[in-house]
Nanobody
């Protein structure tokens, strides 16, 4: 079993910053891609940013230049540094991870989500 636990969400004023963390634990042999998604009320879940084990990243155009994704492979943890936050960034943020388990199977796991609210 694998568990992803997010932290770092909260309420911030427009222009402010937050740092999200997501730690994976359990029967993990290795983790391939890790990512952050978000879902605003009434909208579909969308990719915010993703990072491979080697450190290659991609991100949504809406967050380029403001958000930075990073990871610590030794800690099985992914981070999302969010700067210059805007009210439209308000959403529940979810992390996910493509995990190779000790059973030698690859499966995608999701965290429980953390609320980010940006006030104008």
């Amino acid at each position: 079993q694998v568990e992803l636990v997010e932290s770092g969400g909260g309420l911030v004023q427009a222009g402010g910053s937050l740092r999200l963390s997501c730690a994976a634990s359990g029967s993990i042999l290795s983790i391939n891609t890790m990512g952050w998604y978000r879902q605003a009320p009434g909208k579909q879940r969308e990719l915010v940013a993703a990072i491979t084990r080697e450190g290659n990243t991609n991100s949504a155009d809406s967050v380029k230049g403001r958000f930075t994704i990073s990871r610590d492979n030794a800690k099985n943890t992914v981070y999302l540094q969010m700067n210059s936050l805007k009210p439209e960034d308000t959403a529940v943020y979810y992390c996910n991870a493509d995990v190779l388990t000790f059973l030698k199977s690859v499966r995608t796991y999701w965290g429980q989500g953390t609320q980010v609210t940006v006030s104008s």
